[in-house]
């Protein structure tokens, strides 16, 4: 099997003050739970660009990865595509059928490099 290079390399939004929230919030998941959303981000970064069921766009430059995970629960980690890299935002367990704006805006905050 020949190895393929990822065409967008994933990266944690990192504040000011050096926090990665995104990291951070992984690493309080379950092994399994970090494992699923792992082989999801690793799927977009190697076949950039897709799209549904695992990619959506979210319009302002943000998408997010979509990721199914134990006990009918659902994540989204969004991103940004910045300088060939993919820049991981914010993170959160989805209990909604909408996206809350909270979520929303803090992805675009970051995205903005406000708020560090």
Not at 79 to 103: M, N, W, Y
Request: hydrophobic residues 35%.
């Amino acid at each position: 099997m020949a190895w393929e290079q990822k065409r967008v390399p994933a990266y944690f939004y990192r504040s000011d003050s050096g926090r990665e929230p995104v990291r951070a919030w992984l690493k309080s998941l379950k092994p399994t739970d970090r494992k699923i959303i792992g082989e999801d981000i690793k799927d977009v970064e190697y076949s950039w660009p897709l799209g549904m069921p695992l990619v959506c766009s979210l319009g302002h430059d943000l998408w997010e990865v979509r990721s199914n995970l134990s006990g009918s629960r659902i994540a989204r980690v969004i991103f940004c595509v910045d300088e060939g890299r993919l820049v991981l935002l914010h993170a959160f367990i989805k209990k909604s059928q909408k996206t809350p704006k909270k979520d929303m805006e803090l992805a675009r905050r970051r995205r903005r490099g406000e708020g560090r």
